[in-house]
């Protein structure tokens, strides 16, 4: 699957229901988590979401920044997973790119996290790999985001 098909299906994905599961490594075991997810326009090739200073995950990406992001669409006949490298973003015009895009999908955040005046920092996930599957049909596409396409 070419890179641009790849972008589309997942901004389709993103844009229908703004959540993913990220995955890290902690203590050699996969840790999983529900996060609000985004794409920015102008920024092909990455997933964005934001977390705040003092949040484990960060701990986890320091030591191994390699992540893995189940998304799926609403109706569960779609579902993309993305490998990349996360970049810890503390930037406040990017943080503000990015809130403005998902800052609307973070209720669950904002209720959860009572000190959610703490800094909030960006999570940039440089994409490496996507595959693509439609469980009905058993069909499956991978696209690798450096330089290598397959099917």
Do not use: C
Not at 11 to 27: A, Q
Not at 51 to 74: C, G, Y
Not at 116 to 140: D, R, S
Request: charged fraction near 25%; hydrophobic fraction near 40%; proline fraction near 4%.
């Amino acid at each position: 699957m070419k890179r641009e098909e790849a972008l589309r299906l997942l901004s389709e994905i993103v844009d229908d229901t703004n959540v993913g599961v990220l995955t890290t490594v902690e203590n050699g075991y996969p840790r999983a988590r529900w996060m609000t997810v985004g794409i920015l326009k102008g920024r092909p090739g990455a997933l964005f979401s934001v977390t705040i200073e003092s949040s484990p995950k960060l701990k986890q990406i320091a030591e191994n920044p390699n992540v893995e992001w189940l998304l799926q669409s609403r109706n569960l006949d779609r579902i993309i997973n993305v490998r990349g490298k996360v970049n810890v973003i503390d930037n406040p015009a990017l943080r503000a790119e990015v809130l403005e895009s998902i800052g609307g999908k973070l209720t669950t955040l904002w209720k959860i996290r009572h000190d959610h005046l703490q800094k909030l920092l960006v999570l940039e996930t440089v994409i490496e790999e996507m595959a693509y599957f439609i469980p009905l049909k058993g069909e499956l596409k991978v696209a690798r985001f450096n330089g290598g396409e397959s099917e």
